[in-house]
């Protein structure tokens, strides 16, 4: 089940903001950026990067994701292990608000997100 519309607007103006907030210089974007999709209960950030072997190519990278349950009113946390699966947060598996999961993905104190 894709997230509720009515709060469908105020998740992407959130990630809009965090986006813009967090995006490199535009000088070097064409060389990496950041960027989210939303994938029915869950919203996952990636990295834009040209691939090493066409330059003309860009390929996402995912690196953060969260889930929304509406069963207990929670976002789960994930990070994508190097075998390419996502583990659940062990430090903070669950938030109660959208913005904790990003200043969590922001601070990244273990190293899980971005290394």
Known sequence: MALDALNTVDI??????????????EEIRHKLDINYRIDNQSIILFEIRPSWRDKTQYLDHDFAKTTYE???????????????QWTLYDPAPTVKKLVDFLELVEIDKYGCFKG
């Open 12 to 25: 992407i103006e959130t990630m809009e903001n965090y986006v813009a907030r967090m995006r490199p210089p």
């Open 70 to 84: 509406k069963k207990n009113s929670v976002w789960k946390i994930y990070w994508l292990r190097a075998n390419l």
